[in-house]
């Protein structure tokens, strides 16, 4: 690289996490036919003379049965950057893209296959429930654990436990085993001690997602706290308003490849545009005291649209947040609000710069594009700002069960599928009173 040696000393003194041509490679089998269900014991009648190897193999996870056909694949491939110290990077990509095993090859919890990683400084990190903690050891014996993990002293890990058992509220259960722990009890007291166990460099997975929002919410301060103190994050999620919320730089992975680095807003607008589901606005400067700077949707698994606006507010406020579903020709579908039905869910807007994100439950919708306006609004009082004509989605929902079909806006039948309830049948000529009483006064039916 060509850079003035100056700036590259200056560069090179501040870089914490390098990685190089980094790669990771796995073999997955794929069983042959009408072999899909091996049991333990099939493979042990099989392979008795190899049964060490095997049973290695399947600890492993690479069950390699005879007949089976092996294939190299790249969960990484050629991922290059560097990460200053204080950096705060979010990594965004699809389900399956990367992010975990680039988190786990730089927490050095599996090695690359190819390429090499360097890293200054102590490393936290929160990755699947699983890793870090021993399960036999209770709470209080796992935070002293990972505190000399972490190279930290005694009386350095003895000042900090307070904190860590006041933030991950689990007092009661600190002489248990961790094993007893449910997923949200473990991960409390995971990213607990990750965070306040003053690592240089904190790395943080879509763990989060397990606790309840309250407690998200306190980890995402936390996250920001830590940065604020110049340490260096990363952090993975599929939560667009998280990552924009905490996070300067973003990554983008697309099938192990590192597709592009950047200003956060730019990469989620990208990563939004490469997938059908998802749209983006920036909307540009404005003069109003309560603005919408930019809105984000995205459309998740199990019929959920996900919302996310990044507001400017001059001063605290409470106020409503509309989203309004239109068709593709902006007729009306339906409108989803927080605070305007139910005046406890009214957002509370702190001055400066938030991030409000929201799910809406989507009806089995129609195939079709669709667009979402947003606005906010004061209760009982007058339009602050919106978001028009801009965010859009598709739904491309295939038939249930892989057969039938699913309602598309095309047929002009509307934008719901309804659902029938179950079959009632009335055989012909039939003496069903009720029935009779309660179409006397329709039209007559025929259903054949
Ligand atoms: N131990 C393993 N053996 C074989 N394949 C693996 C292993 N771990 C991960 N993979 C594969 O590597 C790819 C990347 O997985 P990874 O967990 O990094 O994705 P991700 O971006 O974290 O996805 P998600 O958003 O679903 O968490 C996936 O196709 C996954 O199936
Ligand atoms: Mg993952």
Known sequence: MSRPLSDTKLLMSDVVIRAENLGKKYIIGHQAERERYVALRDVIARNVGNFGRSLRDIVRGAANVAGDELEEFWALKNVNFEISRGDVVGIIGRNGAGKSTLLKVLSRITEPSEGRVEIKGRVASLLEVGTGFHPELTGRENIYLNGAILGMRRDEIKRKFDEIVAFSEIEKFLDTPVKRYSSGMYV?????????????????????????????????????????????VLFVSHNMGAV????????LLR??????????????????????????????????????????????????????????????????????????????????????????????????????AFDVRLPALANGRYRVDVNLEE??????????????????????????????????????????????????????????QATSSAPETCIS
């Open 188 to 232: 409390r007291l995971a990213f607990a001690v990750a965070a306040h166990l003053e690592p240089e460099i904190l790395v943080v997975d879509e763990v989060l997602a397990v606790g309840d929002a309250e407690f998200q919410k306190k980890c995402l301060g936390k996250m920001q706290d830590v940065a604020g103190h110049g340490r260096t």
């Open 244 to 251: 924009r919320a905490l996070c300067k730089t973003a990554f």
């Open 255 to 356: 099938n192990g490849r590192l597709v592009s680095i950047g200003d956060t807003m730019a990469i989620s607008a990208e990563y939004a545009a490469g997938s059908a589901g998802s749209s983006w606005q920036e909307v540009g400067p404005s003069e109003k005291p309560y603005a919408i700077r930019s809105a984000f949707l995205e459309l998740l698994p199990h019929d959920l649209l996900r919302v996310t606006l990044d507001v400017a507010s001059a001063a605290p406020k409470r106020l409503i947040v509309n989203a309004l579903l239109q068709d593709a020709v902006g007729a009306p579908v339906g409108m989803a609000s927080l605070g305007g039905y139910d005046p406890d869910q009214l957002v509370d807007l702190s001055e400066g710069e938030s991030v409000i």
């Open 379 to 436: 209760p009982y009082g007058h339009f602050l700002d919106h978001v028009t004509g801009e965010l859009e989605f598709a739904v491309d929902r295939t038939p249930r069960n892989n057969h039938g079909r699913v309602l598309d806006v095309r047929w002009g039948a509307g934008c719901i599928e309804l659902a029938s309830a179950t079959q009632i049948a009335t055989p012909r000529g039939s003496d069903n009173s009720a029935l009779s």
